[in-house]
């Protein structure tokens, strides 16, 4: 197909191991390409398809359809023009992806290093993980993560996850995932020297201080004054266009120039995220970010090699499943 | 005083470090004690204000006032009754204890090593501290701490921590604090095997799985099925009686035998792991506990033998404090 000369641009929705591979064929087919969450597995897979993105010259985009959600582009935009001021510490719970073990039983290749290559975070949060940095516009400089594998399901990989993350800046983050509690949380809070921003069910709740906190503390004498804060109410949001916005923004891309939402390139991010945090726990240690890439992808090998699954367990595997309840 | 037979009862309010050799001396003199929080600094020197109290018969109680707030109240009777299943998971976030430099700066002996022995965790997060144990019933068993000194004040002790637990059944938990921030945010999760409760501004929000999410799991065969779960509206809670509650209940244990609410024994949980966040911080490691209580002996003292406050210092700084936003 992608050397037919009847298609412009392929998506790829393929298990996650294959995006990079497929994307890469595509790219030197001189197509454009737009990849399903996760970009990749691992980010030295991912680093590949990036180089083959750019030097292909072709429009390359990944399904974030969250980026299109009113709420984290308005936290995006609250950030980035200065509303919250500098960023002091990042929060999320997102613990409501529950999964039983029908779920995980319903494909053996499933949460499975072989045939996913990961848990929770590779195939349940990479929209979270994406939206935790490009809300904020930071990266985690490094990370101290607490995977539980297999902890409430019998599988191999994670289902339960606690992460504590440090910013260049010296900001703190906390990203708390699994698929074993009901009912789940979904709760982002963001604090900065202007304030802070909770977003949950679906709600943005905004304090704003009337001057920053920095500049407060500054001047004042009052051993337990305060800044004088703002609770404040945005306009209503829109609805999310979702998967169809990402779908017409990338058209328009193409056809038109239009400046890509989620690029593909972008992908690395949340999945850098990912593997550090499998990495700080397998070594029960801080990880640096940039990690080293080679280490990350031997300590996935041995796991791989490791793997209940197969190519003939997946092969056995052939009832449909009602995916109506996925992303 | 102690020794005047005028009195039966003293409550000691004393600087933190002063707390266990003063109760000491009231035991040796027969009295009944009632301490403020915390216990004392160290749990070494609190196991012996609890060793004193064992032995001399006398009633020891704490003033934990937030034990006789109808919200944790009713979390740890819906707990311990088993409404909530067994516990997963808990998260404190509680950060609203904005302190400015001009806090800090109103008594020398504030926020040092020397003169407070600790700074959030010490002087504002011991309720917290309790209550985050004593609402589930369980202490961690290992702790992984992220304290940061001086971070957003000109202090030596800690106004931002961030701390990861596990406990003893493979539950995890976070407790987040911080003094720097505005508007902060005090919300308690804790997830169970049947359920979720949110403590926060205030209300208790109780979500009810139908059957434990364990059962659920076990009879199961729909990949995407979520066990039934039921918001719950509980009954109004009435008011705190707070540090009224605590001194009536002191005093009808003396006069009636009335169970006390906050046994003083029972000061050196939440004092124990605040030590070790502190101990995990300094070693840059885990912390199980029980830990070695020398150890954070030694390593307190180093801290105090630098510590910029003294004797000298405290002399001078007599300036009256406006202290009715404290606790």
Redesign the interface.
């Known amino acids: 197909m992608y050397e037919s000369g009847l298609v412009d641009a392929v998506m790829i929705a393929t298990p996650h191991y294959d995006h990079p591979p497929e994307a890469r064929k595509a790219f030197a087919a001189g197509l454009h390409v737009l990849i399903e969450k996760p970009a990749g597995v691992y980010t030295k897979q991912v680093r590949q398809m990036n180089e083959a993105a750019a030097a292909s010259g072709r429009k390359f985009g990944i399904v974030y359809n969250q980026r299109m959600n009113p709420l984290y582009v308005k936290l995006r935009e609250l950030i980035a023009s200065g509303e919250l001021g500098e960023i002091?510490?990042t929060?999320w719970?997102i613990?409501n992806w529950?999964?039983?073990?029908?779920?995980y039983d319903?494909g053996s290749w499933r949460a499975t290093w072989a045939g996913e290559g990961g848990g929770v975070l590779i195939n349940q949060c990479p929209h979270q993980l994406d939206l935790w940095q490009w809300t904020i516009g930071m990266m985690p400089s490094r990370i101290?993560a607490?995977c539980?594998f297999g902890?409430h399901?019998d599988i191999e990989v994670e289902d339960?996850v606690?992460a504590?993350v440090?910013y260049p800046n010296?900001a703190?983050g906390?990203f708390?995932t699994?698929t074993?509690?009901?009912?789940?949380?979904n709760r982002f809070?963001v604090?900065g020297d202007r304030?802070?921003i909770?977003v949950e069910n679906g709600n943005m709740q905004f304090?704003r201080?009337r001057e920053s906190?920095r500049e407060?503390?500054?001047r004042?004498?009052?051993?337990?004054?305060?800044?004088e804060?703002w609770k404040v109410e945005l306009p209503p949001f829109g609805r999310s266009p979702e998967h169809v916005g990402i779908m017409q923004n990338f058209t328009d891309a193409i056809r038109h120039g239009t400046p890509l939402v989620a690029p593909g390139e972008e992908g690395i991010r949340g999945l850098s995220i990912s593997n550090a945090m499998h990495l700080s726990t397998w070594l029960d240690d801080w990880v640096d970010l940039p990690f080293d890439e080679d280490l990350y992808e031997r300590e996935l090998n041995r796991r791989i090699a490791g793997s209940r699954h197969s190519k003939r367990a997946e092969l056995q595997s052939a009832a449909p499943?009602?995916?109506?309840?996925?992303h």
């Open positions: 002091r510490r929060n719970i613990t529950y999964r039983s073990q029908a779920y319903s101290r607490f539980h902890k399901r339960d606690t504590y440090e010296g703190t906390v708390v699994t074993g509690e009901a009912p789940g949380t809070e604090s304030g802070k909770v304090w201080l906190e407060f503390n500054k004042n004498h009052v051993p337990f004054a305060a800044p804060c499943v009602d995916l109506s309840g996925t």
